[in-house]
């Protein structure tokens, strides 16, 4: 830990240096410190704000405008079957690379046979990924995706069709309230020298597939990503 103290501690020195300045004194460094601890709320548009019984619809509504799809499911054993349904309707290899996120690894994957499933990180030539989602946002139909062990971000990326299973109760109103979340879920891993929260390496937010129209303004999907988004959306609160 000392290490990577003095290994920060000489990278700043060489930033301040080459900005010709000083170490901020004490009382604003303090200033900056607590407000990293404190998380501030700015302005929250009234988007952002969307009641809990309104926010799946306000989700729903927001992700369709950018393209995205969504299937609902009643239940976890009904995913394996909808992903099936969405990809025989397309006419789409039937060929996953699916996140080694333990409810995902606990889905009856044997019901749907015709499925090949395989588990990791994604190659360049997988045709279609399946990710779970770790909070999305009601005000811009944005999903948030953590990286870890369990879902690396190349199933973000690579594949040509993405498949995301969502959880309803994980539909927040707006930006905050996701990053709220996020802090404290990882809470439980500790704490930096200053008191802050060790965050994901990457928190990747994803509002549709993957799309441009920088070419004579011709909207074209698949530019930099995923040319298909879908969602199942996990229905897993009462109304």
Not at 119 to 125: C, D, K, N, S, V
Request: contains cysteine.
């Amino acid at each position: 830990m000392e290490q990577g103290a003095d290994a920060r501690a000489r990278i700043l020195g060489r930033i301040r240096r080459g900005l010709r300045r000083d170490a901020l004194p004490d009382s604003v460094a303090t200033g900056l410190l607590d407000r990293l601890k404190a998380h501030p709320r700015n302005l929250v548009p009234e988007r952002g704000r969307t009641p809990r019984d309104r926010r799946v619809e306000t989700f729903v509504a927001e992700l369709e405008k950018e393209y995205g799809t969504v299937t609902r499911a009643a239940s976890e054993a009904e995913i394996p079957g909808l992903i099936a349904e969405y990809l025989a309707q397309r006419n789409l290899p039937a060929e996953l690379r699916v996140a080694a996120d333990p409810m995902l690894q606990r889905l009856p994957w044997s019901d749907r046979p015709m499925l090949r499933v395989a588990f990791g990180r994604a190659e360049p030539t997988d045709p279609v990924s399946v990710t779970p989602c770790f909070a999305a946002v009601a005000e811009t139909g944005t999903m948030l995706m953590l990286s870890g062990p369990d879902h690396p971000t190349t199933l973000n990326i690579l594949p040509d069709t993405h498949i995301v299973v969502l959880r309803a109760s994980r539909i927040v109103g707006g930006y905050e309230d996701a990053f709220d979340l996020i802090r404290a879920d990882r809470a439980a891993a500790g704490s930096t020298p200053t008191g802050t929260t060790f965050m994901p390496r990457n928190v990747m937010m994803i509002t549709g597939p993957s799309r441009s129209a920088d070419i004579e303004q011709t909207l074209e999907l698949g530019a930099h990503g995923p040319r298909r988004l879908h969602v199942i959306l996990l229905e897993d609160e009462a109304p």
